[in-house]
């Protein structure tokens, strides 16, 4: 396990909790926003280079795995709380969705 030398202990079960809110709906502000900024980078163009990496590693098919960004995508940007998150990557959102599904239809 990989430790910080001078963190805080009292602090552990704080970041601990912030880290698993990630994976379920966000009950606090704090929770809200560590979330959103989560969903933010997922929308991002360097997340289909993370879905590649990952895709490559565990052996999926590269058209199973577009599919697979394409719906975790759109989950993501339906899934953000705050407006102004939402206007700031619509554009990537847009464009990565567009380039995914220029993608798949090679496929077909």
């Given at each position: 396990?990989?430790?910080?030398?001078?963190?805080?202990?009292?602090?552990?079960?704080?970041?601990?909790?912030?880290?698993?809110?990630?994976?379920?709906?966000?009950?606090?502000?704090?929770?809200?926003?560590?979330?959103?900024?989560?969903?933010?980078?997922?929308?991002?163009?360097?997340?289909?280079?993370?879905?590649?990496?990952?895709?490559?590693?565990?052996?999926?098919?590269?058209?199973?795995?577009?599919?697979?960004?394409?719906?975790?995508i759109d989950k993501r940007f339906n899934r953000l709380r705050l407006k102004?998150?939402?206007?700031?990557?619509?554009?990537?959102?847009?464009?990565?969705?567009?380039?995914?599904?220029?993608?798949?239809?090679?496929?077909?």
């Amino acid at each position: 396990m990989l430790t910080i030398k001078d963190f805080p202990k009292d602090k552990i079960k704080e970041v601990k909790r912030l880290i698993e809110s990630i994976n379920r709906e966000p009950k606090t502000d704090d929770e809200v926003l560590l979330t959103t900024a989560d969903e933010m980078a997922a929308l991002s163009p360097l997340g289909l280079v993370r879905l590649m990496m990952i895709s490559g590693n565990r052996g999926i098919k590269v058209e199973n795995a577009l599919e697979w960004e394409l719906n975790y995508i759109d989950k993501r940007f339906n899934r953000l709380r705050l407006k102004s998150a939402k206007e700031i990557v619509k554009k990537d959102y847009e464009e990565k969705r567009k380039l995914l599904l220029s993608c798949l239809a090679l496929y077909v």
